[in-house]
């Protein structure tokens, strides 16, 4: 059904995407720490120092990007971790079938280190999300 050459083309293409995602996976880590720091700001300084009678439209802009930026966080980061936990696996499994562990052994290894990076970062931006909805709800239910 497909030639040789186009599986090693793409079984190329593939794992040439693990550094890349590894990469993506640590700026969403570090994207999920600056939201961190970002929402205790929120949290205790600027929402309850804000006047919101006269730049309402500013605010819910604000609220807008900074909600859209944990949404973000909170979906594409398991698919990373998902990808880097799919692609290591084919050499780790081709490792197993020429007897060799230690390819395994490290494959495995990376696999469920990706995985819990993605759902670490996931979680973190699913809370400050669910937490940024409600404090921002709040704000506006006060200018009512």
Avoid: C, Q
Avoid at 61 to 78: C, F, Q, Y
Avoid at 132 to 142: G, K, M, N, P, T
């Amino acid at each position: 059904m497909f030639n040789n050459w186009t599986v090693t083309l793409m079984h190329s293409f593939v794992s040439s995407l693990l550094y890349p995602i590894i990469i993506g996976l640590g700026l969403m880590l570090l994207l999920a720490l600056w939201e961190i720091g970002t929402a205790i700001g929120e949290r205790f300084w600027v929402l309850k120092n804000i006047s919101l009678k006269n730049n309402l439209p500013e605010f819910e802009s604000t609220a807008r990007a900074r909600i859209e930026r944990t949404d973000i966080l909170t979906r594409v980061s398991p698919m990373l971790g998902l990808m880097g936990t799919l692609i290591p696996l084919g050499p780790g499994l081709s490792g197993l079938g020429e007897g060799n562990l230690s390819i395994l052994t490290n494959s495995v290894t990376i696999a469920f280190d990706t995985t819990v990076l993605g759902l670490l970062a996931g979680i973190i931006g699913f809370i400050l999300g669910r937490l940024r909805r409600r404090w921002y709800d709040d704000a506006l239910r006060s200018v009512n």
